[in-house]
């Protein structure tokens, strides 16, 4: 099970016992903010993409929508998101549990910077009902990721 490979990966940190499985779904930001009783918006949501043949991951706030033109000026090309097979088959997980953890070889892992007002965010763990409470220190530090992107919007329309 993918959320068991998780708690296998967070084990090697000593922080397995972080991960949160829940008897509802937590498949949506919505359904995922319900079952940790947070704000919708500090779902750190795992967004699968082909660019080049290879798969990436974008990590972003779960207020967060992806900004086709920025998408186009950082990765070159349109976004072309995972089919749900394709997500299972390159990155590891299903789709309502896709996390940057615990993720199959040759997968690159971009965060995007939606998530730095949070002190913490809720990533999921590798299943539909599950999650973990990660600071963004921690998240840039277990998700091995490549770097801080700027590919999303509607996140802080009111910030400006």
Known sequence: MPVEKVREFFAQYGIDNRVQEFDVSSATVELAAEALKCEPCRIAKTLSFMVGGKPILIVAAGDARIDNPKYKAQFGT???????????????????????????????????????????????????????????????????????????????????
């Open 78 to 160: 349109k976004a072309k998101m995972l089919t749900p097979e394709e997500a299972v088959t390159l990155v590891g997980h299903e789709v309502g549990g896709i996390c940057p953890f615990a993720v199959n070889n040759g997968v690159s892992v971009y965060l995007d910077v939606s998530l730095k007002r949070f002190e913490t965010v809720f990533p999921a763990a590798g299943s539909s009902n599950s999650a973990i409470e990660l600071t963004i220190e921690e998240l840039e530090k277990y998700s091995s990721y490549v770097s801080w992107i700027d590919v999303c919007k509607g996140w802080n329309e009111g910030a400006e």
